[in-house]
């Protein structure tokens, strides 16, 4: 698999909590020797905002003191799924970005949803989205915004059971048992995101999955990736310590490159 990886260091800069596991996520790549590209070589409109958020939404967050990490989260996003015509894969670790944020109202330090910004570029030219979602919190603002759309497919394994034609929200701890359905299922979509939330790995949560499941996914990924080329988007998100964040890297890009 082609792949790619976004990351703008500036981020880690902010004095926003979540911004803390970017520099394991650096270190990771320093000392695999992975090079990243920086958002910047692809313009991006800020109208592309308004496809997923409220004016309103959008004008109070560029009033929140972390507003430039996370305005240059969802610009390493779109500028990492407009690579996906050049690459199978993509990976971009976020900071202040997440699956949580609504149409018009924050979520769970998330102050822009880029699993919806992601949809949003995709759509027009892979209409048929799977996105997995491995955080210990439900997305609520990607329900919100997928909940008519039977194109995209969600598979999401949180704190909750429930499930409504082409969403599924299954308890973390059936994550490992279910993999396999899962993948399959993905894989007659034209695109995968998988949103992977470190504050569901096994030291960060008393309900979460092991090292050991975390490399099966990533192995899905590679294998669904080399049989049909679907595109694939990696958001890597949730939680505040930077040395889980270096080893979840470590072992994705162990796996995948």
């Known amino acids: 698999m082609e792949f790619v990886v976004v990351y ?31 958002p910047e070589i692809l313009e991006f409109d800020e109208e592309l905002l308004y496809q997923i958020h409220s004016r309103e939404m959008i004008d109070k967050s560029k009033k929140f003191f972390a507003f430039k990490a996370t305005f240059k989260s969802a610009w390493c996003v779109y500028t990492a799924v407009k690579l996906l015509d050049e690459y199978d894969l993509a990976i971009v670790a976020t900071a202040g ?36 979602d491995t955080d210990i919190h439900h997305g609520d603002g990607v329900f919100e915004y997928a909940a008519y759309n039977d194109n995209i497919s969600i598979f999401c394994f949180c704190n909750r059971e429930e499930s409504h034609e082409s969403k599924i929200c299954r308890h973390v701890s059936k994550l490992e048992d279910e993999i396999d359905s899962v993948f399959e299922d993905a894989g007659s979509h034209d695109a995968l995101i998988w ?43 949730g ?4 040395e889980v964040t270096e080893r979840i890297s470590k072992k994705i890009f162990s796996v995948l490159i």
Not at 16 to 31: Q, W
Not at 199 to 208: I, K, N, P, T, V
Not at 211 to 221: H, Q
């Open 8 to 38: 703008s260091p500036e981020m880690k800069e902010s004095n926003l909590a979540v911004c803390r596991r970017l520099y394991g996520f650096e270190k990771a790549l320093k000392e695999l020797g992975i090079e990243y590209k920086e």
């Open 97 to 132: 970005t997440g699956h949580n944020a609504m149409r018009d109202r924050f979520r769970g330090y998330s102050f822009i949803n880029d699993v919806n910004l992601a949809i949003s570029i995709m759509k027009d030219s892979m209409p048929r989205i799977a996105v997995i």
């Open 195 to 237: 949103y992977l939330g470190q504050d569901a790995f096994e030291e960060l949560h008393e309900q979460s999955f092991d090292e050991k499941c975390l490399e099966r996914i990533a192995r899905k990924i590679r294998e669904l990736g080399t049989k049909t080329r679907i595109k694939t988007l990696i958001i890597l998100s």
């Open 239 to 242: 939680g505040v310590d930077s």
